[in-house]
């Protein structure tokens, strides 16, 4: 399911992004109480978007140019997605990990379905937690959303950051994810690449 790379100890990083898509309405509903149900819910389109009433397809890692895809097929579920993804997190947690708006999504989406899913997230990415919505990260997390503007209230897509730095955009939208990747896996893990490659450049170019 997911190839096996050793990768080099000196000082690098590591980009990831993860792609999401939404779970069975059979099972959304059970979280969905019918007297007032959770805003945007029902929207198919919305619920890839919460660690609640989502899941992770597909996580991927970008190192030194080279690609790894850790993702849900008839090899692996999404529990065994996440540990295979947090024991690398683990093994070289020294090295900086980059993301595009990690720190609002990627992250506490990957946490959030790790306490759903019982499995252990890695110690040293979350330093500390600041009331009920703010994780603070540990020096080591890296957002190159962040890197561009430090004001976590403005947001650029990593479509539009490529744009404005000349490095190229995205093969398409991550909306309808979960559905390209039903209907063509490898297509699929195609587009999460190029998010890797794009984030990579960017990170290259602004990384701090």
């Known amino acids: 399911m997911n190839p096996q790379h050793e990768y080099p100890i000196k000082r690098t990083h590591f980009t990831f992004d993860i792609e999401t898509g939404s779970r069975s309405f059979d099972e959304v509903e059970t979280y969905c109480p019918k007297i007032k149900p959770h805003k945007g819910i029902k929207d198919a389109d919305k619920t890839a978007l919460s660690p609640l009433t989502g899941q992770v397809l597909v996580i991927g890692l970008r190192v030194e140019g080279v690609n790894t895809l850790f993702h849900v097929d008839k090899e692996g579920d999404e529990k065994s997605v996440l540990e295979a993804f947090f024991s690398e997190v683990r093994k070289y947690s020294d090295q900086k990990w980059i993301g595009h708006n990690c720190h609002a999504f990627d992250w506490p989406y990957l946490r959030g379905r790790a ?17 009920q919505r703010y994780l603070n990260y540990a020096a080591n997390c890296r957002d190159t959303m962040l890197a561009w503007n430090p004001d976590p209230t403005s947001r650029i897509s990593v479509n539009n950051l490529g744009k404005i730095l000349g490095l190229g955009t995205k093969t398409g939208h991550g909306k309808h994810f979960d559905k390209l990747y039903a209907e063509s896996p490898d297509e699929a893990l195609a587009y999460c690449e190029r998010d890797l490659e794009l984030t990579d450049a960017i990170w290259q170019r602004i990384g701090i």
């Open 115 to 131: 306490m759903a899913l019982n499995v252990p997230f890695p110690t040293g990415i979350v330093s500390s937690i600041c009331g």
